[in-house]
Nanobody
Framework: VQLVESGGGLVQAGGSLRLSCAAS????????MGWFRQAPGKERDLVAA????????YYADSVKGRFTISRDNAKNTVYLQMNSLKPEDTAVYYC?????????????????WGQGTQVTVSS
């Protein structure tokens, strides 16, 4: 499945951004989805994950209460709403797809990746 992210940019601390990830696959609902981020010199970490139906979600502790992952299977799109952004949220954000219906927390479960979108939060 091909994935294309959009919605990144520069925002001040305390602001909001909404990332979108459009999938090419007609059977998008067969995939669990995740958002990862990678800051310079750091590993790629899971931010949020969502099951095929959207009924189950997972969030990293660092973003709980601030970020919301959702999906629209009719539009083959997954979203990441990011509120109360902090400078430490600055990173390249990637969406990824994992075959299966649950949500997955291991990077190695994800088989398809987008090209990434830069999010920069200024203090």
């Amino acid at each position: 499945v091909q994935l294309v992210e959009s919605g990144g940019g520069l925002v001040q601390a305390g602001g909001s951004l909404r990332l979108s990830c459009a999938a090419s696959e007609r059977t998008f609902s067969n995939y669990a989805m995740g958002w990862f981020r990678q800051a310079p010199g750091k590993e790629r970490d899971l931010v949020a994950a969502i099951s095929w139906s959207g009924g189950n979600t997972y969030y990293a502790d660092s973003v709980k209460g601030r970020f919301t992952i959702s999906r629209d299977n009719a539009k083959n799109t997954v979203y990441l709403q990011m509120n109360s952004l902090k400078p430490e949220d600055t990173a390249v954000y990637y969406c990824a797809a994992a075959p299966g219906r649950s949500y997955y927390v291991s990077l190695y479960d994800y088989k398809s990746w987008g090209q990434g979108t830069q999010v920069t939060v200024s203090s």
